[in-house]
């Protein structure tokens, strides 16, 4: 039996199979308001064969968006919005549908990146920008405006209205976002938190505001409504995040009462650049899954069904994500279980998708 094809449990929901489909940007919300762009993308995606579907990234406030097109859950146009598209993706999909919620921090006022991926200029209609401390992302990027204890408890709040959001529309699953460079994660590493107060220095207190969040968040979501983070894994490079942080991190979380991590990486500054092989977070998804007892899902570079499988069997995660290769391939779900020998839920008007299909073509390639 295929292990990447079993089911399994988050707080109180099944899901009936270990593939995810990560959240990937789409830079085509207009003030923050999902779009018929995502009523196609996400329709299509509710249908390639992954157990959890998880939209992009959704920002906590209009100032905390990447760039002007990014997803956002601050205001009511924006709920009904998302509301629109995520009932019509249950309607129609077969997948669970989970929702990452953000802030860009210093990141923010950013092209799309087809206009560049850079810091907007003048003429973009830029904006101010927050972080733990007054540095750049990089070269040419907005000074971003160092935090107030009064700006932190304002996003925090912000977080928990966000949540409040999903919780009404109907996710299940909600995803905290710390990781790849945007607010909650440039609070944790050292790289970008230069702070002297109870937010800076130490891990423990660089640790203090993701956990807030986490701490607040899970207060207004039900204990049934799985509850997690996508956080980094290193920040590969000398004096920033390592894997050893990453397993502290999630323990701390996991007491908050999160029920599973997502591990990435990378992202802490513009000219960082993450490993290539492929599968290069499973290690230190591994570590922090052995470290913790926490469910762990990991993303990076898994590409095809056998390795896929394989993290899930060697019990190095207990979960893959993938992005481009399920737009590259919109039903690689659906693939995988045919190469793996595994069942994958198909809606009716897909049923005649299937074995009975796919054994005449492996019989004239001499399967």
Known sequence: MSSLFSPIKLASLEIPNRIVVAPM?????????????????????????????????????????????CAGLYSDANEAAMERVINHCKRIGTAKMGIQIAHAGRKASSQRPWEGGGALKDGGDPWPTIAPSAIPFGENWHTPKEMTPDDIARVRELFVNSAKRAVRIGFDLIELHYAHGYLAHSFLSPVSNKRTDRYGGSLENRMRFGREIAQAVRAVVPKGLPLG??????????????????????????????????????????????????????????????????????VGL???????????????????????????????????????????????QYLRVGPKLWAPAAKRAGA
């Open 25 to 69: 940007c789409q830079y085509s919300s207009e003030d923050g308001c999902l779009t018929d762009w995502h009523m196609t993308h996400l329709g299509m995606l509710a249908n390639s064969g992954a157990g959890l579907v998880v939209i992009e990234a959704t920002h906590v406030e209009r100032h905390g968006r990447i760039t002007h097109g």
């Open 229 to 298: 983070a996508r956080i980094t894994g290193s920040d590969w490079r000398n004096g920033g995040l390592t894997a050893d942080d990453a397993v502290t991190y999630s323990e701390a979380l996991k007491a908050d009462g999160l029920d599973f991590v997502d591990i990435s990486s990378g992202g802490i500054t513009a000219d960082t650049r993450n490993p290539t092989e492929p599968g290069y977070n499973v290690p230190i998804a591994d570590k922090v899954k052995r470290g913790t007892g926490l469910p762990t899902r990991v």
């Open 302 to 348: 898994i590409v095809s069904p056998a390795q896929a499988e394989a993290v899930v069997a060697e019990g190095k995660a207990d979960m893959v994500a993938m992005a481009r290769a399920v737009l590259n391939d919109p039903r690689w779900g659906w693939h995988a279980a045919q190469e793996l020998g595994a069942e994958v839920a198909r809606v009716p």
